[in-house]
DNA sequence: GTCTATAGTGGGATAGAC
DNA sequence: GTCTATCCCACTATAGAC
């Protein structure tokens, strides 16, 4: 059994994927959480903190499912391949921290204060794959001509776009594993 | 000089790129457009009202400054890198509706209510630029290997990441820039 | 650390005059 | 069509007991 903090944490990653950042109510967290609202505000001082921190907690979890793409294969185009399609998932946690991720970057937009979270994490993500394509670029010659940062960038802003697509509905899941695979062969195609 | 509810919608979606969809008050709006907040809910029966009308607005608007791309060229490569590059621009207007789009997609995840509109649009876009690329591939045979509707989907996708980053600064209207013509490079590639 | 009870308030919405 | 005035509720946040 977690900690009550930690129980709490949990809950409001599970109303942020059903209501958004915005929606969340911090009276909402404290009943899916069995606690009350002032042990909420005893743990995390305010709205804004219970926020903050619930985001951290997201992005420590994201780590785990994605790492667990490296034990897959060695070869690094299937590895960013299988990296960005598991950001793309019908589970629970992975749609959670899709949606809220999806959200940290909306709110971002009207709100300075979570902008570094963001760029940070964005920033990681970014190197990440460029070092993973500079790695599939060294193992096949032809694809010397492949800008290995460009083509990341490109990459994980598709997969967010496309992910935004698939919480709205917009985009089947299936179409939108398409259409991941498809940009990782337009991107890693010889020039 | 608009007539009144037009006037009410302009100072609407200016506000919905200053704060959001979910930080617009309806007094703000009021007080933007120099009306009472009586005056708004006469006319748009209530905030959801008001906020459907402005993003249907803000549509229709939109069309305006992307079809002017078609004057620029007649080839239809320039036009379609064009029409997607005229999506991220400093100006206030654009500004304004890239901010509300993103807002719209955003919310859309958890309000069921905006996801047809989000929805309809979308197609008509993916449409547009897939019959562009189609023209492409008729111009330069060498493309024929390209699929221009998976194509379209993946730029505008590619496109929306790439805005939502500039509009939250995590990455720079020139970079933004550079990135859209990358990806249109890596996908009218011959195969 | 955790609760019950309640204060405070922002902002959506309406009544009624003109 | 448009305004002034006001109601009222949903939410955040705190006080104080245990």
Known sequence: ??????????????????????????????????????????????????????????????????????????????????????ELQDAPDVRENSAAWGELRATAVFDPDLRELLATATREWNDDLAGLIHRAREADPALSGVDAQAAAERLTALVEGVSERWLSGTTSLQRAHELIRGAVEAELRPA
Chains 1, 2 share one sequence.
């Open 1 to 86: 059994m977690p900690d009550r903090p930690t129980q709490i944490l949990e809950a409001a990653a599970r109303l942020i994927a059903r209501r958004g950042v915005r929606g969340l109510r911090v009276e909402e967290v404290s009943a899916e959480a069995g606690v009350s609202t002032a042990l909420i505000y005893y743990h995390f001082k305010d709205r804004t903190g219970l926020l903050r921190r619930t985001l951290e907690f997201i992005n420590r979890r994201a780590v785990r499912y994605t790492d667990a793409a490296f034990d897959l294969s060695d070869d690094p185009r299937t590895q960013l391949t299988e990296i960005l399609l598991r």
